[in-house]
C-alpha cells in the first residue's frame, strides 16, 4: 500500500497522523484548520487543498473528524471523497459516529468500487500519542487485513465483524464506560453522606469485583476534584445519543443510558461540557448538597 491520505487533524488526528509519518508512511493531509495541517507539513506530510484532493492522491484515505455530519460531508459532500474515488481504494473512519451512517457511506464507496471500514478508537490523547489506541474494526476481513499494519501503528486493532461493527462496539464501550463512571460517582456519595471516607471505601473495595479501569481514574479525580479532561463531557454526550439514536432503531430499551445522559446534559447546562466525563461526579455533589473532595 503506497500513500495514505488523513482528513480531519484535531486532538486524535494529529498524533495519529504523526505516528504514521514517524513510521516512515508518506501522508497527503486536510483539516478546516489549516494550522493543524501546516503542523503536519512540517512533519514531512504533503498538503491537499480539499477532501477530493487528499483521495485522488492516496491508495487509502483515513477520516477521523467529530460526528457523523462531518464524515458524510467529507465523503459525500462538495469536493468530497466520493467525487474522485476508484476502485480498489481503501477509506477507513477512525471518528466515532452512528453505525447506520458507516453502512449508508460503505455503501456509496462500493457503488464506486471503493471498499471502506469502520474503526473507532478508544483511548483518549495521550494513547493517541503513544500509539497505543484500541481500535475496534468493522468492514469486510480481507479489506481488513490490507490494511492491519497501517492501523497497528496507531494502536492494536481487533477485527469485529461486518461494516458498523466497529462503531457497534465502540458504543458499547461508551455505554459501559458511563454507566460505571456514574455508579462510582453514586457509591462514593453513599459513602460520604454516611459519613465514611470515600477514599478509604475506595481502597477497600478496588480489589473486588466492584474494580475497575473507570473506578482506578476516575474515583481519585473525584477526591481531588480535577476534572480536566481526559475525555470531554460533550463527547460522552454526542456519543450516547449515538447509542440511543442506535437502541430506538432496534426497539432497546437502554433505561441507564438514558439516565446518565440526562446528568450529562445537566453538566453541560452548568457549563462543564468541556470537563473530563469524570464531572458525573460534580452531578451527585450538587444533587445531593455533598462534596467528594477530601478534607
Ligand atoms: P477534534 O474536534 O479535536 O478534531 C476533529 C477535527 O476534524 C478538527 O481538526 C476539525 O477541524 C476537523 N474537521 C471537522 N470537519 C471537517 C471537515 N468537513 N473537513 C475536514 N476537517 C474537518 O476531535 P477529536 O477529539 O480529535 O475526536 C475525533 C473523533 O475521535 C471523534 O469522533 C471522537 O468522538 C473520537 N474520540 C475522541 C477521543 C478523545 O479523547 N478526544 C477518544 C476516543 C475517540
Known amino acids: 500500500m503506497g500513500k495514505i491520505g488523513f482528513i480531519g487533524l484535531g486532538i486524535m488526528g494529529k498524533p495519529m497522523a504523526k505516528n504514521l509519518l514517524k513510521a516512515g508512511k508518506s501522508l497527503v493531509v486536510f483539516d478546516v484548520v489549516s494550522s493543524a495541517v501546516d503542523e503536519l507539513v512540517k512533519d514531512g506530510a504533503e498538503k491537499a487543498a480539499s477532501p477530493a484532493d487528499a483521495a485522488s492522491a492516496s491508495d487509502i484515505i483515513i477520516t477521523m473528524l467529530p460526528n457523523s455530519p462531518h464524515v458524510r460531508e467529507v465523503v459525500s459532500g462538495k ?33 464506486k468500487g471503493a471498499d471502506m471500514l469502520d474503526a473507532p478508537v478508544s483511548g483518549g490523547q495521550e494513547k493517541a500519542e503513544k500509539g497505543t489506541l484500541a481500535i475496534m474494526v468493522g468492514g469486510k476481513e480481507e479489506v481488513y487485513n490490507k490494511v492491519k499494519d497501517i492501523l497497528d501503528l496507531m494502536g492494536k486493532s481487533n477485527y469485529v465483524a461486518g461494516i458498523g461493527a466497529g462503531q457497534i462496539a465502540k458504543l458499547v464501550n461508551q455505554t459501559i464506560v458511563g454507566i460505571n463512571i456514574a455508579a462510582v460517582a453514586e457509591g462514593m456519595s453513599l459513602a460520604e453522606k454516611a459519613g465514611v471516607d470515600p477514599e478509604k471505601v475506595f481502597g477497600a473495595i478496588r480489589g473486588g469485583l466492584a474494580g475497575s479501569q473507570c473506578l482506578e481514574d476516575k474515583a481519585p479525580r473525584m477526591f481531588e476534584a480535577r476534572y480536566n479532561p481526559g475525555f470531554r463531557v460533550n463527547l460522552h454526550i454526542k456519543d450516547l445519543g449515538n447509542v440511543q439514536e442506535t437502541g430506538r432503531a432496534l426497539h432497546l430499551s437502554m433505561p441507564l443510558v438514558a439516565q446518565v445522559m440526562e446528568m450529562m446534559q445537566n453538566l453541560a447546562a452548568d457549563g462543564h461540557e468541556a470537563l473530563d466525563h469524570g464531572a458525573l461526579g460534580m452531578f451527585y455533589e450538587k444533587l445531593n448538597g455533598i462534596s467528594l473532595k477530601k478534607k
Open 79 to 111: 469536493d468530497g471523497i466520493l467525487s474522485v474515488v476508484k476502485k480498489g481504494q481503501i477509506v477507513v473512519d477512525m471518528s466515532s459516529i452512528a453505525p447506520l451512517v458507516s453502512r449508508e457511506l460503505c455503501g456509496l464507496l462500493e457503488a
